[in-house]
């Protein structure tokens, strides 16, 4: 029965880490845990969450993607210059979507079929991806003013945002994809142990060139996401800042960097957890150019908190090897 407790608050870890997190900083300052700001919050971690699911299948197959944080930006800045210029909002979002899949179909050839190490390999489509999205915003800043966007980036009045209701329906058909599915069954076992899937007959090529292509439709919803948030678009929207958001999203909701675990719920958390510590330390009056200095060095107080957690598990289990 304790066992069964112990293994129950663990899995809930993440989930566990941002309650502290709310109570602590609500105390520093009653602004921070209000209704109001809350929402916001949450909207705010919409884009984080999303492009954190995004390197969540990613970092399952034991890879990782550099080139997703400038992806976002490309299909941004294509999707706001031709709605700019005139163009429907289906051939936009229908250019943007294909400017992602190109990307995650070259990124799933070189590792998968050409077996570059994925660092390499995604570093060097991050160069190609950043150098086609300054070709396309030859005008620097693009403003973007479709109807039907401002009304799913702002809510027009609606209780709940747009934005988080989607990236809620996202997140919980990612939960059902990773954890019902053949496809999601496949990936942990190719991040597990490649070999062994390999032996079971599975084609680990394939799946990590799906997986990449999965990645990209989210890459796009990110991107989508932030032009519907916001009415200027410019070739610095995503970019690093907004991967490293993303991994770190991931890494704190329990995704393994060397691949096999992880769960949706957990980089949902892990979002909103970077969106409260961003806020939090803003409201709290931290100097601009301290507050990566901040948030990183409490990201790191949460790893280690949560690498002692899954050390206290491996050791209930009888296990030394953490």
Same mark, same amino acid.
């Given at each position: 029965?304790?066992?069964?407790?112990?293994?129950?608050a663990?899995?809930?870890?993440?989930?566990?880490v941002?309650?502290?997190?709310?109570?602590?900083?609500?105390?520093?300052?009653?602004?921070?845990?209000?209704r109001?700001?809350?929402?916001?919050?949450?909207?705010?971690?919409?884009?984080?969450a999303?492009?954190?699911?995004?390197? =969540?299948w990613?970092?399952?197959?034991?890879?990782?993607?550099?080139?997703?944080?400038?992806?976002?930006?490309?299909?941004?800045?294509?999707? /706001?210059?031709?709605?700019?210029?005139?163009?429907?909002?289906? !051939?936009?979002?229908g !250019?943007?979507?294909?400017?992602?899949?190109?990307v995650?179909?070259?990124n799933?050839?070189?590792?998968?079929?050409?077996r570059?190490?994925?660092?390499?390999?995604?570093?060097?489509?991050?160069l190609?991806?950043?150098?086609?999205?300054?070709?396309?915003?030859?005008?620097?800043?693009?403003?973007?003013?479709?109807?039907?966007?401002?009304?799913?980036?702002?809510g027009a009045?609606?209780?709940?945002?747009?934005?988080?209701?989607?990236?809620?329906?996202?997140?919980?058909?990612?939960?059902?994809?990773?954890?019902q599915?053949? =496809?999601?069954?496949?990936?942990?076992?190719? /991040?597990?142990?490649?070999?062994?899937?390999?032996?079971?007959?599975?084609?680990?090529?394939?799946?990590? #060139?799906?997986?990449f292509?999965?990645?990209?439709?989210?890459? #796009? =919803?990110t991107?989508v996401?932030?032009?519907?948030?916001?009415?200027?678009?410019?070739? /610095?929207?995503g970019?690093?800042?907004?991967?490293?958001?993303?991994?770190?999203?991931?890494?704190?909701g329990?995704?393994?960097?060397?691949? /096999?675990?992880?769960?949706?719920?957990?980089?949902?958390?892990?979002a %909103?957890?970077?969106?409260?510590l !961003?806020?939090?330390?803003?409201?709290?009056?931290?100097?601009?150019s301290?507050?990566?200095?901040?948030?990183g060095?409490i %990201?790191?107080?949460?790893l280690?908190?949560?690498?002692g957690l899954?050390?206290?598990?491996?050791?209930?289990h009888?296990?030394?090897?953490?």
């Amino acid at each position: 029965m304790r066992s069964k407790l112990l293994n129950l608050a663990l899995d809930q870890a993440p989930w566990l880490v941002l309650l502290a997190l709310l109570a602590a900083f609500g105390m520093a300052d009653a602004r921070i845990v209000a209704r109001e700001h809350l929402w916001v919050l949450l909207q705010q971690a919409t884009p984080v969450a999303m492009l954190g699911m995004a390197v =969540f299948w990613i970092l399952l197959t034991g890879d990782i993607d550099l080139s997703a944080g400038h992806c976002v930006a490309l299909s941004a800045v294509t999707m /706001g210059t031709l709605l700019s210029a005139g163009m429907a909002l289906t !051939t936009a979002l229908g !250019t943007g979507l294909a400017c992602c899949l190109l990307v995650g179909c070259l990124n799933g050839l070189l590792v998968a079929w050409l077996r570059i190490p994925s660092f390499i390999a995604t570093l060097a489509s991050m160069l190609m991806v950043q150098g086609a999205t300054l070709i396309v915003a030859t005008t620097g800043t693009i403003l973007v003013l479709d109807p039907a966007l401002r009304a799913f980036g702002t809510g027009a009045g609606a209780g709940l945002q747009p934005t988080i209701g989607f990236t809620g329906a996202v997140a919980v058909v990612s939960w059902w994809l990773s954890r019902q599915t053949r =496809f999601g069954l496949k990936t942990f076992a190719v /991040g597990s142990h490649p070999a062994r899937a390999e032996l079971a007959g599975m084609s680990v090529g394939r799946q990590k #060139f799906g997986v990449f292509l999965l990645s990209s439709v989210y890459v #796009f =919803f990110t991107a989508v996401i932030i032009i519907a948030r916001v009415p200027v678009v410019n070739p /610095g929207v995503g970019g690093v800042s907004l991967l490293l958001d993303a991994i770190a999203a991931a890494v704190i909701g329990g995704t393994s960097l060397l691949g /096999g675990r992880g769960r949706v719920g957990g980089v949902v958390c892990g979002a %909103i957890t970077i969106s409260l510590l !961003t806020a939090a330390l803003r409201v709290l009056g931290i100097e601009p150019s301290s507050l990566d200095l901040c948030k990183g060095s409490i %990201i790191v107080l949460i790893l280690l908190g949560e690498r002692g957690l899954h050390a206290l598990r491996a050791l209930a289990h009888g296990r030394f090897d953490v």
